[in-house]
């Protein structure tokens, strides 16, 4: 389908064809004397071909028959109302036909042109627009394209390159060994087949500067599947290195921070794989990072007992809040008690990826805690046992143990007289001094008796 600026419009086109006729008749007209009767349709020819190039198949018709109507009755020997020979009836009739021809020929040629000219300027538009940096060469690796980016990131433009060998405005080389890197158009040619650089590639600028570039190339070929050229694609990693870099840095600062602490911390995806474990985790089960890494805790402790972890984990995951619980590890020097606080992480859209753990050996105090439990309930048996009141306080005076024999002296229950509420039972004459002796035995650390 033809456009308006493929083609002029048709009232454009078809006067057109009018006016290249009448012009071919008029300077037909003028070389009569030197020309004579003989070859009048073939000044009228360039006529029809114009006309088609013009506008098309349509015009190119019309200009035919025009020119078939004008070179038969106004040219020599003139009439409108001559009967023409069975000759000049056949010369006429060839004429028209081939000048049907040349306009059917010459329009489809216009299209093809027009086509080749529109998927030209889409491609090249197409190429000026993304974002990556663009080269295309021949395939002697003469430049035939850069697109802005490439001109901005080579200092070239494309006008100054136009022609030129690739070499002389790209230069690469590889950023550890400073090596050059072979010309990309002679790796096409060599392999055949699209390459990809691995990220270590630095890219000269024109004015001397360096820049860190990711690229590619690929072949160009033709309809006969032939190279004809080869396409360059790359982009500035200067901003990628930075956020790598500063990446790294962030998770070197945290690794040596995690390390630092003797509480065991660590991170797990949602599938239990761990992502992140410090210098603890690795020395309490003697393992390495690149061997727990990826790795769940079936792979340290078998399923039965991964299955208590996971469940923790996906507890934190469903209330989306940090938990705080007790986890028993096996180890091989035992069972060891773990206090452990795990939280979800989140993605930037709110939602849990992974969860973070920090957990804190607590066998010891447990033990202790069992062993002062153990302790209280062996003196608070003996003291049932005797035939005396017995009561215990805290340091600061308040009374935290009651021995039945008191509770059944007083006949008020223990709860009654916790803390300070076993001054209630003193003789109210007494009270005032017993709350001071009481008093200053306590702030003193002195025996009350």
């Known amino acids: 389908m033809h456009t308006e600026r493929d083609f002029p419009k048709p009232v454009v086109a078809y006067g057109a064809a009018v006016a290249i006729v009448v012009a071919a008749l008029l300077l037909r007209l003028a070389f009569t004397p030197w020309l004579g009767p003989s070859s009048q349709y073939l000044s009228f020819f360039p006529a029809v071909l114009a006309a088609s190039w013009l506008g098309g198949f349509g015009p190119g018709v019309m200009a035919a028959l025009l020119s078939a109507v004008?070179?038969?009755?106004?040219?020599?020997?003139?009439?409108?109302?001559?009967?023409?020979?069975?000759?000049?009836?056949?010369?006429?009739?060839?004429?028209?036909?081939?000048?049907?021809?040349?306009?059917?020929?010459?329009?489809?040629?216009?299209?093809?042109?027009?086509?080749?000219?529109?998927?030209?300027l889409e491609w090249r538009t197409t190429l000026a627009s993304i974002g990556d940096g663009v080269i295309v060469t021949g395939r002697h690796g003469h430049v035939r394209l850069l697109n802005p980016v490439a001109e901005r990131l080579t200092g070239w433009t494309i006008n100054e390159a136009l022609d030129l060998p690739l070499g002389e405005i790209l230069t690469i080389v590889n950023e550890d060994t400073s090596q050059p890197i072979e010309n990309p158009v002679a790796r096409v040619l060599r392999e055949e087949r699209p390459f990809v650089h691995a990220g270590n590639t630095m890219l000269r600028h024109r004015q001397g500067r360096w820049r860190p570039i990711a690229d590619s190339g690929a072949p160009v070929r033709n309809a006969a599947n032939e190279i004809d050229g080869v396409v360059l694609v790359f982009r500035d990693q200067s901003g990628e290195r930075d956020a790598n870099r500063e990446l790294r840095r962030s998770r070197g600062l945290l690794q040596t921070m995690s390390d630092r602490t003797p509480a065991v911390t660590y991170v797990k995806d949602l599938e239990g794989r761990y992502l992140f474990v410090n210098q603890s985790f690795l020395d309490l089960f003697h393992i390495t990072r690149e061997g727990i890494l990826g790795k769940s805790d079936i792979d340290l402790f078998g399923p039965e007992i991964a299955e208590r972890f996971r469940s923790m984990d996906r507890r934190v995951v469903q209330a989306n809040v940090a938990l705080t619980e007790e986890e028993?590890?096996?180890?091989?020097?035992?069972?060891?008690?773990?206090?452990?606080?795990k939280c979800p992480l989140w993605d930037e859209t709110g939602k849990p990826y992974a969860v973070f753990g920090v957990s804190t050996e607590i066998t010891e105090r447990k033990r202790m805690e069992s062993a002062l439990f153990e302790s209280r309930q062996h003196y608070r048996a003996l003291a049932?046992?005797?035939?005396?009141?017995?009561?215990?306080?805290?340091?600061?005076?308040?009374?935290?143990?009651?021995?039945?024999?008191?509770?059944?002296y007083t006949g008020r229950s223990a709860e009654e007289q916790l803390g300070s509420g076993w001054a209630d039972a003193i003789h109210p004459d007494d009270r005032a001094r017993v709350e001071k002796e009481w008093g200053l035995a306590v702030a003193r650390g002195d025996t009350y008796d």
């Open 70 to 120: 004008g070179a038969f009755w106004l040219l020599e020997p003139p009439g409108l109302f001559k009967l023409p020979p069975s000759h000049e009836r056949n010369g006429l009739a060839l004429f028209v036909i081939v000048s049907i021809g040349i306009a059917y020929l010459s329009g489809v040629m216009r299209k093809a042109q027009v086509a080749e000219r529109r998927a030209a």
């Open 328 to 341: 028993v590890v096996p180890l091989d020097t035992g069972d060891q008690t773990y206090l452990s606080v």
């Open 384 to 408: 049932e046992s005797l035939p005396h009141l017995v009561w215990t306080c805290r340091a600061d005076g308040y009374c935290d143990y009651l021995s039945r024999q008191w509770v059944q």
